[in-house]
């Protein structure tokens, strides 16, 4: 296999192991419902420390991840802010941000994704998916940078979504019409696409001509190309026109014995007067419940991002159209990836949310089927709150909706031969005004990007219903530091600590329901039943009450019986050798230094 190189590789290339782990810090003022961090989840942070933060709860819970991260065009402004040890590295983030003039753009991008996408594949579920949406400045460095990641033989797809619904006149070579949509699975040989909801038109298709009591049906062709050796035959009409055999350079597609077994079946169309060239009956019963994705997508289905600027305008408020979100994905997109990729009980991760649009079909999902997806958004910039977190809160509640609602009235190419012809343009104009305009509070007219729009605009104001739900939003606390334990300068509460433990002792996601702090109870994993004996406070932890004893590792094994017990804890008054000649099934791991010791199994 081939594999990508770019500059500050070797830097990033194991960078995601050195990031420390920062807790999720609920904000209960700027949540919708109970502050939980087993459920919705909104965090304002970069979103590389938040992954890291979520491995512990959720690694390997994940079904299905969706980011639109930058594209790099060169006019986006992104900034490279991962704070690498290499000069090189550090270097960049002197010169940030990014633009089209710099000759290391795509090696920045690939820097900033690669560390990022390593945490994404440890998150997703052996069952997952991830799904990526970009342009001709990175798709192909994506492609080799996740064929490093998840293995090239994990690929599955590159959907074309059409999102422009009219080429743009002034595009210099070509009017770039869609954007990339990258699909991924953890594990291929276990990850399958869920069929799509069958059409109206699909189903039109068939009929049922001669009242078959299986249902409708259409005819396929009993012919085909590939060579087959018992595909020649001729052929009697219940007419009594014979059929030599198959057209030239056909084969039937059933050996003779199974052509007249369906005959007999009543599986074989004839023709009305039954002279025509025999068809297969295909019925509408026995056909898959519904369709097989395709790798097209038409913004007919999906949404174009005109759409995605006009949801986010009629739920939240600006002061001009132009200071929208610039690239919003449309609901119907996601909801397309969502109808692929999850199930009513999925969790679906973004760590590019953005405008929240991930969040929002999550929740139209669930209001849809009844489901209880939960959905993790991270946003590390300032609008995390009034945009991001915002929409979800209008979507969820409701909103009352102020405002313009538009209707195309024209839209046409503008060109110079339109300049010589402008009194007749004029003219049609004026007939569009004098035949629509009594219904519309005022007509307007513009040129832009090349094309002349005429939209009829009318005020209205109305109230949309709530999809309900709830959410968390989260900021990222201090990072754990280990170091600064030792001197008890920082203390992480217990379920923090127990969090990260629990996570780099087993390689499992921490479940907190099972959790007793009381009890000094993290969970089971595959192989222990997991301790900590310990409280944030430096005077307990220099207590003998902290320290493992015989009588202690006696007790946790009576009181969670059947498992190896792995013990966290800062001191310990028993040996390993005592614990294994009193057959006690414990082992013990010291605070917080010898961490990463265990045996993982």
């Known amino acids: 296999?081939?594999?990508?190189?770019?500059?500050?590789?070797?830097?990033?290339?194991?960078?995601?192991?050195?990031?420390?782990h920062r807790p999720l810090v609920p904000d209960p003022q700027k949540s919708v419902g109970q502050p939980r961090l087993d459920g919705n989840l909104v965090i304002q942070g970069d979103n590389l420390h938040a992954l890291k933060s979520l491995l512990p709860m959720y690694a390997?819970?994940?079904?299905?991840?969706?980011?639109?991260?930058?594209?790099?065009?060169?006019?986006?402004?992104?900034?490279?802010?991962?704070?690498?040890?290499?000069?090189?590295?550090?270097e960049w983030l002197r010169s940030n941000p990014i633009g089209i003039e710099d000759g290391l753009r795509?090696?920045?991008?690939?820097?900033?994704?690669?560390?990022?996408?390593?945490?994404?594949?440890?998150?997703?579920?052996?069952?997952g998916s991830i799904w990526i949406t970009l342009d001709d400045n990175e798709v192909h460095r994506a492609r080799s940078m996740l064929d490093g990641i998840f293995g090239e033989h994990n690929f599955v797809a590159t959907c074309i979504w059409h999102k422009n619904y009219s080429p743009k006149p002034s595009a210099q070579y070509f009017s770039e019409d869609h954007d990339y949509l990258l699909v991924y699975a953890k594990k291929k040989e276990v990850w399958r696409p869920n069929l799509l909801e069958r059409t109206d038109d699909m189903n039109a298709r068939y009929s049922n001509p001669d009242n078959d009591a299986r249902g409708p049906w259409k005819p396929g062709?009993?012919?085909?190309?590939?060579?087959?050796?018992?595909?020649?035959?001729?052929?009697?009409?219940?007419?009594?026109?014979?059929?030599?055999?198959?057209?030239?350079?056909?084969?039937?597609?059933?050996?003779?014995?199974?052509?007249?077994?369906?005959?007999?079946?009543?599986?074989?169309?004839?023709?009305?007067?039954?002279?025509?060239?025999?068809?297969?009956?295909?019925?509408?019963?026995?056909?898959?419940?519904?369709?097989?994705?395709?790798?097209?997508?038409e913004h007919s289905e999906v949404g174009h991002t005109q759409d995605a600027k006009k949801e986010l305008l009629s739920i939240l408020d600006f002061e001009r159209a132009d200071d929208v979100f610039v690239t919003p994905k449309p609901v119907a997109l996601l909801s397309r990836i969502l109808e692929l990729a999850t199930t009513e009980h999925s969790i679906v991760l973004d760590s590019f949310a953005g405008s929240g649009t991930t969040g929002h079909a999550v929740l139209a999902a669930n209001k849809s089927d009844g489901g209880d997806r939960k959905f993790i958004l991270v946003e590390c910039e300032g609008y995390a709150d009034a945009?991001?977190?915002?929409?979800?809160?209008?979507?969820?509640?409701?909103?009352?909706?102020?405002g313009n609602h538009r209707t195309e009235l024209l839209n046409r190419p503008f060109t110079f031969t339109d300049l010589k012809k402008a009194d007749k343009l004029l003219d049609d104009i004026a007939a569009i005004e004098n035949l629509e305009g009594s219904q519309y509070?005022?007509?307007?007219?513009?040129?832009?990007?090349?094309?002349?729009?005429?939209?009829?605009?009318?005020?209205?104001?109305?109230?949309?219903?709530?999809?309900?739900?709830?959410?968390?939003?989260?900021?990222?606390?201090?990072?754990?530091?280990?170091?600064?334990?030792?001197?008890?300068?920082?203390?992480?509460?217990f379920e923090q600590l127990g969090a990260l433990l629990f996570h780099m002792a087993t390689n499992e996601a921490f479940?907190?329901?099972?959790?007793?702090?009381?009890?000094?109870?993290?969970?089971?994993?595959?192989?222990?039943?997991?301790?900590?004996?310990?409280?944030?406070?430096?005077?307990?932890?220099?207590?003998?009450?902290?320290?493992?004893?015989?009588?202690?590792?006696?007790?946790?094994?009576?009181?969670?019986p059947g498992k190896r017990h792995l013990v966290f804890a800062p001191a310990k008054f028993v040996s390993q050798k005592l614990l294994d000649e009193a057959k006690v099934p414990v082992e013990y791991a010291p605070l917080p230094w010898a961490l990463y010791r265990v045996d993982r199994g």
Not at 1 to 9: A, D, V, W
Not at 391 to 402: C, T
Request: glycine share 8%; proline share 5%.
């Open 221 to 297: 062709d009993l012919s085909a190309r590939n060579y087959y050796s018992e595909g020649v035959y001729p052929i009697t009409c219940p007419s009594g026109r014979v059929i030599d055999g198959p057209p030239g350079g056909n084969y039937w597609r059933v050996k003779e014995s199974k052509f007249k077994e369906m005959d007999r079946d009543g599986r074989i169309w004839w023709g009305e007067d039954g002279n025509n060239i025999p068809a297969i009956k295909r019925f509408l019963s026995e056909v898959k419940s519904g369709r097989v994705p395709q790798t097209l997508w």
């Open 387 to 402: 945009l991001t977190a915002e929409r979800l809160r209008r979507v969820i509640n409701g909103y009352a909706f102020q």
């Open 60 to 90: 390997g819970r994940v079904d299905c991840v969706f980011i639109d991260p930058p594209y790099n065009t060169g006019n986006e402004g992104w900034s490279y802010n991962d704070n690498v040890n290499s000069p090189m590295l550090q």
């Open 511 to 560: 479940n907190p329901s099972g959790m007793s702090e009381q009890d000094g109870y993290l969970g089971e994993s595959a192989i222990y039943h997991v301790w900590l004996i310990y409280k944030p406070a430096l005077d307990f932890l220099k207590c003998k009450d902290a320290a493992l004893t015989l009588a202690k590792a006696q007790a946790l094994v009576a009181a969670k």
């Open 441 to 493: 509070d005022k007509v307007e007219k513009k040129i832009k990007d090349g094309v002349l729009l005429v939209e009829g605009v009318k005020q209205i104001a109305e109230r949309m219903e709530g999809l309900g739900g709830e959410f968390t939003y989260c900021t990222l606390g201090e990072a754990v530091d280990l170091d600064r334990m030792l001197t008890g300068e920082v203390l992480p509460s």
């Open 106 to 127: 795509h090696d920045k991008w690939c820097a900033m994704m690669w560390p990022r996408l390593r945490l994404l594949h440890e998150l997703l579920s052996d069952a």
């Open 1 to 20: 296999m081939s594999e990508l190189f770019f500059k500050g590789k070797e830097f990033v290339f194991n960078h995601h192991l050195t990031v420390p």
